[in-house]
């Protein structure tokens, strides 16, 4: 399975973007999702999670109220809408997807994880 993540880019801080994440290859599978972020000399950090079902989510408390994750099966994409985008929201943001048998799980850890997208770079300036 292959992850392709888009839609990063330079705005200004109380702007929104919107990522996607798609997947190809055995999209057959079902799939749960999560988002990570990480800057330079920090660790990879969550920032959200949904179940392959796609009602039950999770968010870091940082992004909590700003951020939505959501995920259209058909398409083995997945979203992040992010709002009210603030200086401290700036980094790499990666998508991630996990075999699940469980409509209702979603995963908060990046080493639940088997596959990874490469990355789209996300800046807010002030």
């Known amino acids: 399975v292959q992850l392709q993540a888009s839609g990063g880019g330079l705005v200004q801080a109380g702007d929104s973007l919107r990522l996607s994440c798609t997947a190809s290859?055995?999209?057959?599978?079902?799939?749960?999702w999560g988002w990570f972020r990480q800057t330079p000399g920090k660790e990879r950090e969550v920032v959200a999670a949904?179940?392959?079902?796609?009602?039950?989510?999770r968010y870091a408390d940082a992004v909590k109220g700003r951020f939505t994750i959501s995920g259209d099966r058909a398409k083995n994409t997945v979203f992040l809408q992010m709002n009210s985008l603030k200086p401290e929201d700036t980094a790499i943001y990666y998508c991630?997807?996990?075999?699940?048998?469980?409509?209702?799980?979603?995963?908060?850890?990046?080493?639940?994880?088997?596959?990874w997208g490469q990355g789209t770079l996300v800046t807010v300036s002030s």
């Open positions: 991630a997807a996990k075999v699940s048998d469980y409509s209702g799980t979603y995963y908060f850890t990046g080493t639940d994880y088997s596959y």
């Open positions: 290859g055995r999209t057959f599978r079902k799939y749960a």
């Open positions: 949904i179940s392959w079902g796609g009602l039950d989510t």
